[in-house]
């Protein structure tokens, strides 16, 4: 069964920088378009970044110019850079390969 698994969140001050990485237990970036969403406590999941199998990206207004999704094929791994981040950033986010869902990894940005 194929496993998504999110990475390197944690705690940051405003104005800092984390990278997420979501790794997959088979190679299946390649094929798929990736998303990452992100869930606030008490609000809806939104999508932040995505990456289509053409390499064609979208994100979020609000992330525009500040965070980075990437694909390393040969690692398995898409990353999601986040600079200059803000508090209202915080949230749970998820890596989502087709229907396919990570269980999320939280991010708090707090001064």
């Known amino acids: 069964q194929v496993q998504l698994v999110e990475s390197g969140g944690g705690l940051v001050q405003p104005g800092g920088s984390l990278r997420l990485s979501c790794a997959a237990s088979v190679s299946i970036f390649s094929m798929n378009a990736v998303s990452w969403y992100r869930q606030a406590l008490g609000k809806e999941r939104e999508l932040v970044a995505g990456?289509?199998?053409?390499?064609?990206?979208n994100y979020a207004d609000s992330v525009k110019g500040r965070f980075t999704i990437s694909r390393d094929i040969a690692r398995k791994t898409v990353h999601l850079q986040m600079n200059n981040l803000k508090v209202e950033d915080t949230a749970v986010y998820y890596c989502?390969?087709?229907?396919?869902w990570g269980k999320g990894i939280l991010v708090t940005v707090s001064p």
């Open positions: 990456i289509s199998s053409g390499d064609s990206i």
């Open positions: 989502k390969v087709s229907t396919l």
